[in-house]
C-alpha cells in the first residue's frame, strides 16, 4: 500500500531535550516537506526537499533541521525545541516537486514541548 | 502568491450532491487549482486538481470557470465519511511544491 509513515504519532518532551521525528515514504518519491498545522494558522511549510541531498527552507524553519540521505525519509529534527514548537507536524511526499502531481500526507506527530 | 476565497462552513444532507465554491480572481495562466481535504485527527488528503477543463476522479468532480476566477468542487452523493475540511490551492508549475493552505471550508453532513 502506498503511503507515508510518520514516527512518534504523539511525543511529550522537555525545553531542550533535541528529539527526532521520522518520515517514511515507499513510492519511490523526490520530492517530500515538512508542514506545522497550529490553530488559526493553517498549515505551514518547514522545510522541503527535491530528491537526495537536496533540502531548502520553506516558510517557518527557524529551530528545525532536516536531513535527507536516502530518497525515502526525511526526518525531522528538533536540536534545542521550545514550547512554541508544540504544534501538529505533517511530512508529505510527490513524484516530483511540480504540483502537477498529487501530494500524500502522513498520518501526523502531536509534538507538545512543557 | 495568488490567493483563493472559500465560505467558512456548508452543511450537506447524506446522499445529496454538494457542491464547494472557490473564487480566485487573481490566478494566474499557469496556476493550477487544487483541492485537498483533511478529515478529523488525519493528515490532509488529495481530492483532485485541474489547470483549465473541468475535471472527474472516483471522488469528485472539478469545474473551473471559463475565466478561470472561480471553481466548485462537487461531490455527487456526500456521505458521512465526506465531513472534513476542504481546501482549494492555486500554485504554480515547476515552483517549490508548496501547498498553500487557507482556512478552507468546514462542510458538515446530516444523516
Known amino acids: 500500500e502506498a503511503q507515508v509513515t510518520q514516527n512518534p504519532r504523539y511525543l511529550i518532551t522537555v525545553t531542550g531535550k533535541k528529539l527526532t521525528v521520522t518520515c517514511s515514504q515507499n513510492?519511490?518519491?523526490?520530492?517530500m516537506s515538512w508542514y506545522r498545522q497550529d490553530p488559526g494558522l493553517g498549515l505551514r511549510q518547514i522545510y522541503y526537499?527535491?530528491?537526495?541531498?537536496?533540502?531548502d527552507k520553506g516558510d517557518v524553519p527557524e529551530g528545525y533541521k532536516v536531513s535527507r540521505k536516502e530518497k525515502r525519509n526525511f526526518p525531522l529534527i528538533l536540536e534545542s525545541p521550545s514550547p512554541n514548537q508544540t504544534s501538529l507536524y505533517f511530512c508529505?511526499?510527490?513524484?516530483?516537486?511540480?504540483?502537477?502531481?498529487?501530494?500524500?500526507f502522513g498520518p501526523g506527530t502531536r509534538l507538545t514541548v512543557t | 502568491d495568488a490567493k483563493t476565497t472559500q465560505p467558512n462552513s456548508m452543511e450537506s444532507n447524506e446522499e445529496e450532491p454538494v457542491h464547494l465554491p472557490c473564487n480566485h480572481s487573481?490566478?494566474?495562466?499557469?496556476?493550477?487549482i487544487h483541492w485537498y481535504r483533511q478529515l478529523p485527527s488525519q493528515g490532509p488528503e488529495y481530492v483532485i486538481h485541474?489547470?483549465?477543463s473541468n475535471v472527474n476522479n472516483r471522488m469528485a468532480s472539478l469545474a473551473i470557470a471559463e475565466d478561470r476566477k472561480s471553481s466548485t468542487l462537487i461531490l455527487h452523493r456526500a456521505t458521512l465519511r465526506d465531513a472534513a475540511v476542504y481546501y482549494c490551492?492555486?500554485?504554480?508549475?515547476?515552483?517549490?511544491?508548496?501547498?498553500?493552505f487557507g482556512q478552507g471550508t468546514t462542510l458538515q453532513v446530516k444523516p
Open positions: 508529505a511526499s510527490s513524484f516530483r516537486p511540480n504540483l502537477a502531481y498529487e501530494q500524500y
Open positions: 490551492i492555486l500554485s504554480d508549475v515547476g515552483n517549490t511544491g508548496k501547498l498553500i
Open positions: 526537499s527535491m530528491n537526495v541531498e537536496v533540502t
Open positions: 513510492m519511490n518519491h523526490e520530492y
Open positions: 487573481t490566478i494566474s495562466g499557469t496556476d493550477y
Open positions: 485541474g489547470l483549465t
